[in-house]
């Protein structure tokens, strides 16, 4: 195994590094009388692939809340399966509402594509159900993808078997006062039970008089895939235009509708992933204790990713980094790439006192200042001639923290920006691939 080990015991004796033969365990050093300023790549880089339980997919803060949540029961070659289901609760738009005089005509459920999240195969059948809970949610506390809650199965509220059509479609918003609002935009409609609408229409006054009232009596729904497919869907639950719309008539026969909508300011709305990679070429990298050897895996939602050792960075004391660079290269094995692009988008973080990853300084800096993640840290797929798809990343302040002690170098990991909202996966090189392994570039000052 080929991992590149730099020589711990000349670091101590000398004032430099050097690339001059990367054949060499650590890499030549400079000699006193050489510039200030030089170069390595020979550094020790360690990857494996890991697990991951669970991910946060709810937030009690509304600013940590997911905008778009992934459903679907995805079968891939590589990465096994991974299903996704939804549970969120709905809130009447308007409180104080008499429906006395009006009667029902129909029962929608509107879900919004998010076209940036959908991944894989879309020209297949797709089967969605939508059942309600059993179980009350809370928004006060945080979920995360590992846990469920009750649902009712004698209460299946709809369901539908559809071709993806990401094409704007025609949406009419009754508006009130006889006007109606022609509406253009990607998403699916599934036609829920009459008997739920009628349900709705003749509840009790006082259910729309408090919230609490109405998430008690009907708790909200659970989105469940029902068949097997080569990709995943994604929905913006976020959007305006989401939720239970209840078209009714009134008593001049106009049409008027009613919303229940995923209010993010009230309802809980979060994402259940389940990962099986045992159907999938990846299972034997994990019975290896996830060595990245040869290849190394990362993915979105609650699956793998890559844990990154930067060993004896603090062996470096003394130096000033200009600038280091993590590159890895996409290993080109023969996937479907026009159907599974790889992530448009890495980060690199490490675990906090909790257990919780945290980005490195490099993007938090960024962030902080609304710059740009891929301009600036890097992380994205950029085609190479004559070379596979390479990423760099930009660690150049917290490799400094490494070299001067405060930072941990033992674990680092690469994950897909906005993970829980994310279905794409890539694969990668590892250590042992003679050309294209994985290496940290420093360009350094010496003091």
Known sequence: MKFFHFAVMALLLSIGIACSDPTLVGGALLEQDQADVDFTDTLSVNFRTAERTSVRTFSSFVSSQLNSFLLGNYNDAYFGRSHSSIFAQVYPEAFNVDFSGYEFDSIVLILPYDMGGIYGKLDETYGIEVVA??????NDQDYFSDQTVAVDESKILGSTQFTPNLDSLVFFDYVGDDEIDT???PHLRIKLSDDFGQ?????????YEDDSLFLDYFKGIQLRPITENGGMLSFDLASSRAGIHLFLRDEDDQPQQFLFDFDVNQTVRFAHFEHDYSTGSVATFLQNDGKGDSLFFVQGMSGLEAIVEIPYAEKLAGLVVNKAELVFYAADIGQDTANYPNIEQLII?????????VVVEDIAILASNGLSL????????VEASNAPIVYRMNLSAYFQRMIDGEANGEKLYITPLRKAENAARSIFYGTDHPQYYPRLNLTFTRL
């Open 133 to 138: 809970l059993a179980e009350s949610l809370s």
């Open 183 to 185: 509406l253009f935009f």
């Open 199 to 207: 349900e709705l229409l003749g509840l009790d006054t006082t259910y």
């Open 349 to 357: 973080s490490s675990e906090d006192e909790d257990g919780e990853l």
């Open 374 to 381: 891929a301009n600036f840290f890097g992380g994205i797929p």
